[in-house]
């Protein structure tokens, strides 16, 4: 918060390979009967399964063949690379071959055992096809092939990428599953089994044709669904060979709800909040407004900001307003008179860690004890009703290294996710745990997570993902902060930007539906309850870029909780009860007459 302001392979079989290598001799009959093509999904028709990709998603234009094609886009340090590693067999000729597009576009093999291979065009404005052979090491089995395009450069686009030699032994995709079955179905969550499929490695689960998570044995349960709500799921089968047809669709209703979610201390909300941030250590150009004068519409007042002694120390102060900064403060008597009243009147008041100016890196367990020792000495002096965190600028990044968002190993993200635990087990169920990340730190997360695979990203980039997979059974809200964004990739592959209603649309319907971490389909990050969801926006134009107008708010309302006034972009469901919005700042809003505050009146009655 500022104080001031991305047909199946073309080759399915072969019935010759004629091959002119000075040195190697001719394959004999035999062998070229047993060529194949030994890459997976190769025509991307089942997304980005069987690569690894550093950035890039899957189009359906422009293709060569088939329904979809890869595109990515290099960015910094990062050349937009795509790879998987296949089986091959020593001693034996390949030839890798694929179509591209686009500025810059290669196509590689590595780890063959003899000479690594690689090609590539300059500028391809169609699809041009790219090939290129080599003979594996006498004791070479695995080989990766690759593509990717240049640092600096535009996207480009990648479809039907075959390396045909000898083949392996799996050369299918299993069958598809059969039997699915629920099992134990609650308000936010439905158990799936199925029967076991010959030759497959894992399954795919699907909710509403949308891939959501991954399974090694024949059962999974899908979590963070909204409570009363039908939904359907499929179930697919995958091997080396790529991924089987979608079973026949269950569907499931979830249970009704218990008074506003499960966990989270979010029963004390009404069914749609209004959330807003109170300057209440510091005054600008909003100027200051006491506890006493917030209007009853807000139902959750964050006090801006407790701010730690140094970066690095867990030592959080919160210092109220000075008297010659804000003539008009309270005493500390009057302030907690204030708080009780709100408390009394039903509403949450909760201290906001961080914001622009306090970065708070949690390096050693030593920070971490003090942070849960400090705050708990803040939320006591005060009688708070529990904490928000709004980590911004450098407090949150990944170590190199650091890819997978279930099992964080980077000690700032460890020790906040423990020192959090730690206070929701100290207050207990009651407890108000709310975050405030910006969009660099959650969704862009769809694109690029840590410092990537092969390094040179960003290592903020999605870092906030871990902290909230981590907690989402204790969150009461997610707040991410829809303002002071670049452009950021929706689940349409599509860039959107700030400034209407496309922006908050397309960012929600992330978090509600959740998404594949840096475009990998089998690290999907789980959609959250729509009541444990409000949007971020700014309250006025004075008080940061992305603001739009109470038209544009309520077009964003409509579309995610009825699906009308949607405009172009498809959500991936309704969400009738999303709790509600936020705000920077209450201040801001009354120096803008209340028009944020009487909008979310109007709306929600």
């Not at 699809?127 to 003979?135: A, N």
């Not at 190993?409 to 745990?433: D, E, M, R």
Request: charged fraction near 15%; aromatic fraction near 8%.
């Amino acid at each position: 918060m500022e104080r001031a302001r991305r047909t199946g392979p073309v080759l399915a079989a072969l019935t010759a390979v004629s091959l002119a290598v000075p040195g190697i001799t001719a394959l004999s009959s035999a062998a070229r009967a047993a060529d194949a093509d030994v890459a997976v999904n190769g025509g991307f028709e089942s997304g980005l399964t069987g690569w690894t990709c550093t950035t890039g998603t899957t189009v359906n234009s422009p293709v060569h063949s088939g329904t979809s094609a890869l595109q990515a886009t290099p960015a910094g340090g990062d050349n937009a690379q795509c790879a998987q590693t296949v089986t091959v067999q020593p001693n034996a000729q390949y030839t890798l071959s694929g179509y591209v597009r686009g500025s810059y576009a290669y196509l590689g093999a590595s780890g063959t055992g003899t000479t690594d291979v690689s090609t590539w065009t300059q500028s391809a404005p169609d699809w041009q096809k790219l090939s290129t052979t080599f003979r594996t090491g006498a004791a070479t089995t695995k080989v990766t092939i690759y593509t990717h395009g240049w640092y600096g450069t535009g996207a480009y686009q990648a479809d039907d990428i075959t390396l045909v030699g000898p083949g392996g032994t799996t050369t299918q995709p299993p069958a598809a599953p059969a039997g699915l079955k629920t099992t134990t179905v609650t308000s936010s969550s439905v158990g799936l089994a199925w029967s076991a499929v010959t030759g497959a490695t894992s399954y795919a689960v699907y909710r509403d044709g949308v891939r959501v998570q991954t399974a090694t044995g024949t059962s999974a349960t899908v979590s963070g669904l909204a409570a009363a709500t039908a939904y359907g799921f499929q179930v697919t089968a995958v091997n080396e060979a790529g991924e089987s047809a979608k079973s026949a669709v269950v569907t499931a209703t979830t249970g009704p709800g218990g008074g506003g979610g499960d966990g989270g201390g979010s029963s004390g909300l009404p069914a749609h909040a209004l959330v807003g941030y109170l300057h209440a250590s510091f005054a600008n150009g909003a100027g200051y407004t006491r506890l006493a004068d917030v209007p009853d519409s807000w139902d959750v007042i964050d006090l801006a900001f407790g701010e730690p002694t140094s970066v690095t120390s867990g030592d959080i102060r919160f210092n109220r307003c000075p008297v010659t900064e804000c003539p008009n403060v309270e005493s500390d008597a009057e302030f907690k008179a204030a708080i009780k009243a709100k408390q009394a009147a039903g509403k949450k008041v909760l201290i906001s860690i961080g914001g622009q100016n306090g970065q708070v890196q949690l390096t050693t367990t030593a920070a971490r004890d003090t942070f849960v020792s400090s705050v708990s000495h803040i939320i006591d002096t005060y009688g708070l009703d529990g904490l928000d965190i709004d980590f911004e600028g450098h407090s949150l990044s990944l170590n190199a290294g650091d890819t997978d968002f279930k099992n964080p190993t980077t000690p700032v993200i460890v020790n906040l996710i423990s020192a959090l635990k730690t206070l929701k087990a100290k207050y207990g169920a009651k407890f108000v745990l709310t975050m405030a990340p910006e969009t660099f730190f959650v969704q862009n997360g769809y694109q690029y997570y840590g410092s990537g695979k092969w390094g040179g990203q960003d290592p903020r980039c999605g870092a906030y993902l871990p902290v909230i997979h981590a907690l989402r059974d204790d969150l009461t809200l997610l707040h991410v902060q829809d303002y002071n964004s670049g452009p950021i990739m929706g689940l349409d592959n599509q860039y959107h930007s700030m400034g209407g209603a496309d922006f908050h649309i397309a960012m929600t319907d992330m978090l509600l539906t959740g998404f594949p971490v840096a475009g990998d389909q089998n690290n999907v990050f789980p959609p959250l309850r729509p009541d444990q969801v409000a949007i971020g926006m700014p309250a006025s134009t004075n008080a940061g870029n992305g603001h739009v107008s109470p038209a544009e708010v309520t077009k964003t309302l409509d579309c995610l909780t009825k699906k009308t006034n949607c405009g172009s972009y498809a959500t991936h469901g309704t969400w009738p009860a999303l709790r509600g919005l936020m705000t920077w700042s209450v201040n801001w809003d009354r120096y803008a007459n209340w028009e944020f505050q009487k909008n979310f009146d109007a709306y929600f009655g």
